[in-house]
């Protein structure tokens, strides 16, 4: 996607609210857009990645890198995916080198803009990324006096913020990742049990409420979703690759009701377990 399509004012800037559907290809562009998911749920398949997204996740996505959001059903009326979306491209960056004075905020745009960083992902915790999104948008759709200054501003805080909670983030990694890496990988050893919230309490020493932040600052997800989302996905491994009967995979993978299993699994991938196992051993023949 090229900045002449979307970026063709005098501001260098565009803004929209869409939903999302499974129209739009995996694309890369020339310029830098960070995207906010307003409402719903999906995926966000960006680079190499495939991460579950829901409401309140920011993402920077670098000149180069591709990507496209999709829904989680097809039936986009009941189900939609809104994603606030904020593109802008090297003239822009120039331009806010008058709003912000902090070198190392002004060489993080470029590096944005030369791809020299990886996308970028952040929970918005306290609703204030959504506020400025829906400002920018608002300005955008409705231009009054003084508004290439509003947006200018409104951008340059989007900016701020963003790199704000990015450094907070990896400040705050210095002094948990290392107990959290652990957490995640006690689940991965021990998916096959019932794990709860009071396990990892105990092997972590941290409370509940520490636990559940970082599993949103980590993963975007709290923990019940995360845990589903790891027995799902090693149920897709163990269909692909042994020849288990369905029942005992979801036992494999923690589960002791099969009804639970179904459900949890279609939702996710949007297919039954035997509709994936055939759909996937029919592309790895076709290979």
């Given at each position: 996607?090229?900045?002449?399509?979307?970026?063709?004012?005098?501001?260098?800037?565009?803004?929209?609210?869409?939903?999302?559907?499974?129209?739009?290809?995996?694309?890369?562009?020339?310029?830098?857009?960070?995207?906010?998911?307003?409402?719903?749920?999906?995926?966000?398949?960006?680079?190499?990645?495939?991460?579950?997204?829901?409401?309140?996740?920011?993402?920077?996505?670098?000149?180069?890198?591709?990507?496209?959001?999709?829904?989680?059903?097809?039936?986009?009326?009941?189900?939609?995916?809104?994603?606030?979306?904020?593109?802008?491209?090297?003239?822009?960056?120039?331009?806010?080198?008058?709003?912000?004075?902090?070198?190392?905020?002004?060489?993080?745009?470029?590096?944005?803009?030369?791809?020299?960083?990886?996308?970028?992902?952040?929970?918005?915790?306290?609703?204030?990324?959504?506020?400025?999104?829906?400002?920018?948008?608002?300005?955008?759709?409705?231009?009054?006096?003084?508004?290439?200054?509003?947006?200018?501003?409104?951008?340059?805080?989007?900016?701020?913020?963003?790199?704000?909670?990015?450094?907070?983030?990896?400040?705050?990694?210095?002094?948990?990742?290392?107990?959290?890496?652990?957490i995640l990988h006690y689940i991965k050893e021990h998916v096959s049990?019932?794990?709860?919230?009071?396990?990892?309490?105990?092997?972590?020493?941290?409370?509940?409420?520490?636990?559940?932040?970082?599993?949103?600052?980590?993963?975007?997800?709290?923990?019940?979703?995360?845990?589903?989302?790891?027995?799902?996905?090693?149920?897709?491994?163990?269909?692909?690759?042994?020849?288990?009967?369905?029942?005992?995979?979801?036992?494999?993978?923690?589960?002791?009701?099969?009804?639970?299993?179904?459900?949890?699994?279609?939702?996710?991938?949007?297919?039954?377990?035997?509709?994936?196992?055939?759909?996937?051993?029919?592309?790895?023949?076709?290979?």
């Open positions: 996607m090229k900045s002449e399509y979307f970026l063709h004012n005098h501001l260098q800037l565009f803004v929209n609210r869409c939903s999302e559907d499974f129209v739009l290809p995996f694309h890369a562009h020339d310029f830098i857009e960070y995207s906010y998911v307003a409402e719903g749920k999906g995926f966000h398949h960006i680079g190499e990645d495939v991460i579950p997204v829901t409401k309140g996740m920011l993402f920077v996505i670098p000149v180069g890198v591709p990507h496209v959001f999709r829904p989680v059903s097809t039936n986009v009326t009941e189900h939609p995916l809104i994603i606030y979306n904020c593109l802008f491209n090297a003239e822009l960056i120039h331009t806010l080198t008058a709003i912000i004075q902090e070198k190392e905020i002004i060489q993080h745009l470029m590096d944005l803009e030369q791809n020299q960083v990886p996308y970028i992902s952040v929970v918005d915790h306290n609703d204030r990324i959504e506020e400025l999104m829906v400002k920018l948008y608002r300005e955008s759709s409705v231009p009054g006096i003084g508004s290439s200054t509003m947006l200018y501003t409104l951008v340059s805080q989007l900016v701020l913020m963003t790199y704000r909670q990015l450094y907070q983030k990896d400040h705050d990694e210095e002094h948990h990742s290392t107990g959290f890496d652990y049990n019932r794990i709860r919230m009071s396990d990892l309490v105990r092997v972590s020493g941290w409370s509940e409420k520490q636990i559940g932040r970082m599993f949103l600052r980590h993963t975007g997800q709290n923990f019940s979703g995360h845990l589903q989302h790891l027995r799902i996905q090693k149920s897709c491994e163990l269909l692909k690759s042994s020849q288990h009967k369905v029942s005992l995979i979801a036992e494999l993978v923690g589960y002791r009701d099969m009804d639970s299993f179904y459900a949890a699994f279609k939702k996710i991938t949007g297919e039954t377990p035997l509709a994936y196992r055939k759909k996937s051993r029919a592309q790895h023949s076709g290979q």
